[in-house]
C-alpha cells in the first residue's frame, strides 16, 4: 500500500426529505446573500426550486438566481456567474443539480474568490487562491462532483474541456435525497451509473503490483451494488432502495475512498472521454462506456491478473485457463452489462463517427491535458490514444 492523504470535508445529509434543512444549513455556513446555481428546467418542473426557495427564506437567507447551466458546462455561463455574484454581493454558491451544475458553481466560485481569468486555472496558467463556499443539493447520482475535489468546465472557443482539482473547491455540505432523482430520464440513470462505476474502475486499475485488501474490497463491494441497483432500476426506476444504493455509491466512488493506497489509479478512459464531450458534447457516462472496451482491450496485456480478478470477484466471471482468458471474458461480460443498462459500447452507438482529422484532433487534446502520456495500467501517447478511439468505432 502506498502513502496517501484523505480528505473529506464534505458533510452528507442523507435521506428522505432532507432538503428542506438547505436554509439552515447555508445560515450555519455563514452565508447571506446565495447564488441559486441551476440546469435547464428540471428543478423547476419538479417543484425543488420552490422548495430551496422557501427553505432559504425560512432561514432568513437571500438569493440571486442563474439558471440555465447544460451538460459538459460552458465558460460563457461561469462568467456570466462570476459577474452576477460580484455585483449583488453573493457569499455563498448553492448549485441544485448535478455534476455540470456543481461543477459550474465551482469555476465561478473560483473566479470570485480568486481574480483574474477563471480559464487560467483550467488552462494550466496559475492556481487559484480561493474558492467561495459551496453547498448542493444533489439531483442526479453520477459525477460526484458534491464531495469530489474536481471542476470540468468546456470553452467553447475551441472546444476545450478541462478538469481542475483543488481542495478549494469541496463542498461544504452536500443535501442527498434519493427521492429527487426519480425524475430522472432512464438514459441519465444509466449514465450516472456507468460513471459511479467508472470511478472506482479507474482507481482500481492502477500501477500497484499488490492488491490492497481493504481498498480492494470497498471497491469491489462498490462495484457490485452498483451493478445490482442499476440492474433493478432498469425495470423499476421507483425503487427507492436502488436509488439510495446508487446516490451513496456515487459519493463514495469519487470522494478519494476506493482509491486509498492505489497510488491515483489510471483516468485514461475518462480523458478520452473528456475530448468526445469536448467536441461532441454526449453524455459523460455514455462516453465512458463507449470508451472503455477499447482501452481495456489494448492495455490488459500489461496487467492481465488485475483485469482476471475484476471479472471474477465484481462479475461473477468463472476464471479460464490463463489469467489472460478470464480477463478477455471479464472485458465482454463488463461489455453485456453496459447494454443491459442500454449504454453505448461504441463510438457509433454512442451517435459519433469521428474523422480521422478528428480522431487526430481528439488525441492531440487529451495529449496536452495529460502532458505527453497518461495512464498508470499502461503508459499511453498520443498515437496509443489514436489508436483506442479508432478501436472505439
Ligand atoms: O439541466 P436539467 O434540466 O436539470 O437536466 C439535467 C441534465 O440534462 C438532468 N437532470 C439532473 N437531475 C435531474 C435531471 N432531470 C430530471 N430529474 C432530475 N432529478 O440530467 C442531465 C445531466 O445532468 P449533468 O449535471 O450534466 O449530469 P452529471 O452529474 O453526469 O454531470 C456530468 C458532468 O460532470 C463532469 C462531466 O464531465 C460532465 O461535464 N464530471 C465531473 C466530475 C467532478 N466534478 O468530480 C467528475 C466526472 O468524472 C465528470 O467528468
Ligand atoms: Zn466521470
Known amino acids: ?20 434543512q438547505v436554509g439552515e444549513l447555508v445560515k450555519a ?26 427553505s432559504l427564506e425560512a432561514a432568513g437567507v437571500a438569493h440571486v438566481e442563474l439558471g440555465g447551466v447544460v451538460p459538459n458546462p460552458r465558460l460563457s455561463l461561469v462568467r456570466e456567474g462570476i459577474a452576477l455574484c460580484e455585483k449583488e454581493g453573493v457569499d455563498f454558491l448553492l448549485p441544485i443539480g448535478g455534476g455540470s451544475v456543481i461543477d459550474s458553481a465551482k469555476a465561478i466560485g473560483y473566479g470570485v474568490a480568486s481574480g483574474g481569468d477563471v480559464w487560467d486555472f483550467y488552462d494550466f496558467k496559475r ?19 458534491e464531495m469530489s475535489d474536481s471542476s470540468v468546465i468546456t470553452n467553447e472557443d475551441g472546444w476545450v474541456k ?24 432512464d438514459y441519465q440513470t444509466a449514465c450516472g451509473c456507468a460513471d459511479i462505476l467508472m470511478h472506482t474502475m479507474e482507481r482500481y486499475f492502477n500501477d500497484q503490483a499488490q492488491p490492497m485488501a481493504l481498498t480492494d474490497a470497498l471497491a469491489e463491494g462498490l462495484m457490485r451494488t452498483v451493478i445490482d441497483a442499476s440492474l433493478v432500476l432498469v425495470k423499476e426506476p ?13 459519493s463514495l466512488s469519487h470522494n478519494g475512498l476506493t482509491g486509498c493506497g492505489t497510488g491515483g489509479g489510471d483516468w485514461s478512459t475518462h480523458k478520452l472521454e473528456h475530448e468526445l464531450g469536448g467536441l461532441f ?7 465512458l462506456t463507449a470508451i472503455w472496451g477499447s482501452w481495456a ?26 489469467d489472460k482468458a478470464t480477463a478477455l471474458k471479464g472485458i465482454e461480460a463488463m461489455e453485456d452489462y453496459y447494454r443491459s443498462i442500454r449504454m453505448p459500447t461504441s463510438l457509433r452507438e454512442l451517435g459519433v463517427e469521428p474523422t480521422e482529422e478528428q480522431i487526430a484532433e481528439m488525441a492531440e487534446k487529451c ?4 502532458h505527453g502520456e497518461m495512464g498508470a495500467v499502461k503508459t499511453l501517447r498520443v498515437e496509443d490514444m489514436k489508436a483506442i478511439y479508432r478501436a472505439a468505432m
Open 238 to 250: 421507483g425503487n427507492y432502495q436502488a436509488r439510495a444504493e446508487v446516490m451513496w455509491a456515487g
Open 281 to 287: 458534447d454526449v453524455a459523460h457516462g455514455a462516453g
Open 367 to 370: 495529449g496536452v491535458t495529460a
Open 127 to 145: 492556481a487559484p487562491t480561493g474558492c467561495l463556499p459551496i453547498g448542493t443539493v444533489l439531483t442526479i447520482a453520477a459525477a460526484g462532483s
Open 297 to 322: 482491450r489494448y492495455v490488459m496485456d500489461a496487467q492481465p491478473g488485475r483485469f482476471a480478478r475484476f471479472a471474477v470477484e465484481v462479475l461473477g466471471v468463472e476464471p479460464q485457463g490463463d
Open 1 to 20: 500500500m502506498v502513502n496517501f492523504n484523505y480528505y473529506t470535508p464534505t458533510r452528507v445529509v442523507f435521506g428522505k426529505g432532507t432538503v428542506d
Open 162 to 185: 478541462r478538469g481542475y482539482s483543488s481542495d478549494l473547491c469541496r463542498c461544504k455540505f452536500a443535501i442527498m435525497d434519493p427521492e429527487l432523482t426519480m425524475t430522472l430520464p
Open 29 to 54: 455556513q455563514g452565508g447571506t446573500k446565495v447564488l441559486l446555481h441551476f440546469g435547464g428546467g428540471s428543478v423547476r418542473k419538479s417543484g425543488l426550486l420552490d422548495r430551496v426557495k422557501a
